[in-house]
């Protein structure tokens, strides 16, 4: 079980451009989440999804952020004309479906904006 | 939403000592409040949970303590050792569906030899 997989571990990318953020779950974890994490701000939840269906994105910039998750493999978050202050570890994490049950973490994406 | 502030910010213990995290949170509707431990360039990984219909919940040299009365949770690391550095976050769900946390600003522990 090699654990939730990010790609990739670090981008850098100017101002105004796109940044694609890929996430591939744990195999037959069915909730899958999206956390960003910053010094000033920590540890913030993005969205959620539940068996590929976007559940809850009451976290996620809504003019620029945009999640998907085609199948159950992966998921991907997208930041259209990145600005300096979206520079952050964006962390995917997934977990069986159910209540109170374990969250598993990737290592994040650290993104830079120049 | 449910707030919850974790103190202290930072902590140097000497091996062997022990170390004693807090967090205060508001909303006391729910109950589950796990604790995740962060070494730097990895993602959060649980480290130990409780209910709320307990009052204690040990993992050999990790105990979490829940004071449901004064709204605080506690972690306490005995024997700590040098590999126990990191930073430490405590959460706490805000929904019924215990899929969303918000979580605490975090204790970076150092453990010094």
């Known amino acids: 079980n090699a654990g939730v997989i990010q790609t990739p571990r670090h981008k850098v990318t100017g101002k105004g451009q796109e940044a694609t953020l890929w996430c591939e779950p744990i195999s037959g974890h069915s909730a899958v989440f999206w956390y960003r994490q910053t010094i000033v701000q920590g540890l913030e939840f993005l969205t959620y999804f539940r068996n590929q269906a976007p559940i809850d994105d009451s976290g996620m910039p809504k003019e620029r952020f945009s999640a998907q998750m085609p199948n159950q493999s992966h998921s991907t978050l997208k930041i259209q004309s990145t600005q300096p202050q979206d520079s952050a570890v964006y962390l995917c994490?997934?977990?069986?479906?159910?209540?109170?049950?374990?969250?598993?973490f990737g290592k994040g994406t650290r993104l830079t904006v120049v | 939403q449910q707030q919850v502030r974790q103190s202290p910010q930072s902590l140097t213990v000497w091996e062997g000592g022990t170390t004693v995290l807090t967090c205060s949170y508001e909303?006391?509707?729910?109950?589950?409040f796990p604790w995740y431990q962060q070494f730097p360039g990895e993602g959060p990984a649980l480290l130990i949970s409780i209910l709320s219909v307990s009052d204690k919940k040990e993992d050999g040299r990790f105990t979490t303590f829940f004071n449901k009365r004064e709204k605080k949770l506690s972690l306490h690391i005995i024997d700590s050792q040098p590999g126990d550095s990191a930073t430490y976050f405590c959460a706490a769900p805000v929904n019924t569906g215990n899929y969303k946390y918000v979580f605490g600003a975090g204790t970076r522990l150092k453990v010094i030899a």
């Open positions: 994490a997934s977990s069986l479906l159910g209540v109170n049950t374990e969250v598993f």
């Open positions: 909303d006391s509707t729910f109950n589950y």
